[in-house]
């Protein structure tokens, strides 16, 4: 597997492939982090594990800046979408305190089209979208085709803790999470 | 932090010192700032940001001694950059003049707000929900260097905490959820649990 060198942001976020969110950059070395990004390859945004996580590898999400802005109060907005997911390790941190690690890409669920359970999930985020304006405008191309997608935006918005998600970075996971999904918003 | 206050209005002169104009690009500068005012030219404004950043964050760093205000005042004066850009006249001055003429103004109103903020004795209530909201975010403990700076913290608007964590929170809330799925909130709860619970089993058979 190749290894690419990447600053780290440690932020307690849940981000699939092709997840969107917007980060208020406010600390020196993360404007740092900005810059650096915008130069090279994107940077990696890593949820801290707990205790009991840290004999696990750890798993980021790789994303890369695809808009930015200023807010009402004159901060750095910017807007990152995860590339793919990836494995952590080597962590260091340099003079100006952002981490930097060695990663390698990490693969996640198969491409699977919407069936008939995945389009109920399919109509439902649509229509949050549709109430929610500033989550849609995050997502120029809404692929409510893909199963997959459906499925992974919709773990990245329910009110679940982040540990629990972290279940679903691995590979063989998409079965688990539609049955999770299921449980919560088709549930009789 | 009143000690600071004394200090800072001898900075100007360090700051437009002639150390610092040797290699500069006046002329790419000036044209930045014209795109940003005529165009609203993003890319201008990185060009912009990426000179002055580095320099405004080193002063600021060094006059306040702090790197969350020094961080701030770099913000608030690119943005100051980007709103007021169409009032630059290179006519009247270099460009990193004016730039660095907003920055001094930025610094002296950052430090009246914190001075009046001091006397508010504003409560410690705000900043628990935050807390709460994100408890996995402080196993970093350097992410908030000091007590002093929490102080400081906690005496700004909810949504400049918020900055201070970094980001928005884009998970719905329960009583969201509960609104969109058109269900009683108590449903959103059982639901969460049950498919939880199922979850954890589930991954109990796998790893046993």
């Known amino acids: 597997m190749p290894t690419i060198n990447l600053p780290i942001f440690p932020l307690s976020i849940f981000l699939l492939p092709d997840g969107v969110t917007r980060l208020r950059i406010f600390e020196a070395r993360y404007l740092k982090m900005v810059s650096m990004a915008m130069k090279n390859n994107g940077f990696v945004v890593l949820p801290i594990a707990n205790e009991e996580q840290v004999e696990d590898k750890l798993t980021g999400s790789w994303v890369e800046i695809i808009n930015f802005d200023q807010s009402d109060d004159g901060l750095l907005l910017i807007d990152v979408r995860c590339k793919e997911l990836v494995e952590v390790k080597d962590m260091s941190q340099d003079k100006d305190n952002l981490h930097h690690a060695n990663v390698s890409p990490k693969s996640h669920w198969p491409e699977v089209s919407v069936d008939e359970s995945t389009n109920k999930f399919s109509r439902s985020l649509n229509k949050l979208f549709i109430e929610n304006t500033e989550l849609s405008a995050l997502y120029k191309d809404k692929h409510l085709e893909q199963a997959s997608w459906v499925v992974a935006r919709w773990l990245e918005l329910l009110p679940v803790n982040i540990n629990e998600k972290r279940l679903f970075v691995e590979s063989g996971s998409f079965d688990a999470a539609k049955e999770f999904l299921q449980g919560i918003i088709l549930a009789e | ?208």
Not at chain 2, 3 to 10: A, G, I
Not at chain 2, 23 to 46: G, N, P
């Open chain 2, 1 to 208: 932090m009143q000690s600071v206050h004394s200090e800072l209005p001898s900075h100007q002169a360090a700051v437009t010192s002639s150390s610092m104009t040797n290699k500069i690009d006046h002329s790419q500068l000036c044209q930045w700032l014209k795109s940003i005012a005529v165009d609203r030219d993003k890319q201008a404004f990185t060009g912009v940001f990426k000179f002055f950043a580095p320099k405004i964050q080193r002063i600021a760093q060094s006059k306040l001694n702090n790197e969350a205000l020094a961080a701030e005042v770099l913000q608030d004066t690119m943005s100051n950059v980007w709103r007021k850009a169409h009032l630059f006249d290179d006519s009247k001055g270099a460009a990193t003049t004016w730039v660095y003429t907003i920055m001094r103004n930025v610094t002296f109103d950052l430090l009246r707000k914190m001075k009046a903020n001091k006397e508010d004795n504003l409560s410690d209530d705000i900043w628990p929900l935050a807390e709460a909201l994100n408890t996995e975010d402080d196993s970093f403990s350097d992410h908030i260097q000091s007590r002093n700076l929490l102080g400081v913290i906690e005496t700004l608007p909810e949504n400049q905490q918020q900055v201070v964590k970094g980001f928005y929170f884009m998970e719905m809330s329960q009583e969201q959820l509960a609104v969109h799925l058109n269900l009683p909130l108590g449903t959103i709860k059982s639901r969460l649990r049950l498919a939880l619970g199922k979850l954890k089993l589930k991954l109990g058979e796998h790893h046993d």
